[in-house]
């Protein structure tokens, strides 16, 4: 849909976009004040269809996908390349290894031994308590993502 034909109504769009309320949007758009009005102007199917318009076209924008991300860095690493800089280029192959889920980084949590000393229900409940931290816990302990 293009712009609305009425300046008003696509001004009235534009500000409920940006996040305005029906009345201030219809106050912006140059109306005087009237909550009916602009609750009407806002159920208007062109109005509607208008604001629908202009968000999907934000949100594709804004948008960052896996796709672009590996794309960007591919485009980091050949430019690493052409100008002598295997470092550069190393660090963004090992970006796209890690979006691509293929180098996992884990981190030892305690001393060595610490947990050799736990019973399984001690352990069980450690895990459960950390988990429970991180709001990853379900009600029988196991962790879920």
Same mark, same amino acid.
């Given at each position: 849909?293009?712009?609305?034909?009425?300046?008003?109504?696509?001004?009235?769009?534009?500000?409920?976009?940006?996040?305005?309320? !029906? #009345?201030? $949007?219809?106050?912006?758009?140059?109306?005087?004040?009237?909550?009916?009005? !602009?609750?009407?102007?806002?159920?208007?199917?062109?109005?509607? !269809?208008?604001?629908?318009?202009?968000?999907? =076209? #934000? $949100? &594709?924008?804004?948008?960052?996908?896996?796709?672009?991300?590996?794309?960007? &860095?591919?485009?980091? =690493?050949?430019?690493?390349?052409?100008?002598?800089?295997?470092? !550069?280029?190393?660090?963004?192959?090992? #970006?796209? $290894?890690?979006?691509?889920? &293929?180098? /996992?980084?884990?981190?030892? /949590?305690?001393?060595?031994?610490?947990?050799?000393?736990?019973?399984?229900?001690?352990? =069980?409940?450690?895990?459960?308590?950390?988990?429970?931290?991180?709001?990853?816990?379900?009600?029988?302990?196991?962790?879920?993502?």
């Amino acid at each position: 849909m293009p712009v609305l034909p009425n300046a008003r109504h696509e001004r009235f769009a534009q500000e409920i976009v940006k996040g305005k309320t !029906a #009345g201030d $949007a219809y106050e912006a758009a140059g109306y005087n004040p009237n909550p009916r009005n !602009a609750g009407r102007f806002k159920q208007n199917k062109e109005i509607m !269809a208008r604001i629908a318009e202009i968000q999907a =076209r #934000g $949100a &594709l924008r804004a948008e960052v996908t896996v796709a672009s991300v590996l794309n960007e &860095l591919e485009e980091a =690493r050949q430019l690493a390349m052409s100008i002598s800089q295997p470092a !550069a280029a190393t660090a963004a192959a090992m #970006g796209k $290894a890690k979006v691509k889920g &293929l180098i /996992v980084e884990r981190k030892e /949590v305690g001393a060595p031994g610490d947990f050799d000393r736990m019973s399984d229900d001690e352990l =069980r409940n450690w895990i459960a308590r950390e988990t429970s931290a991180l709001s990853y816990s379900d009600t029988d302990g196991e962790t879920s993502h």
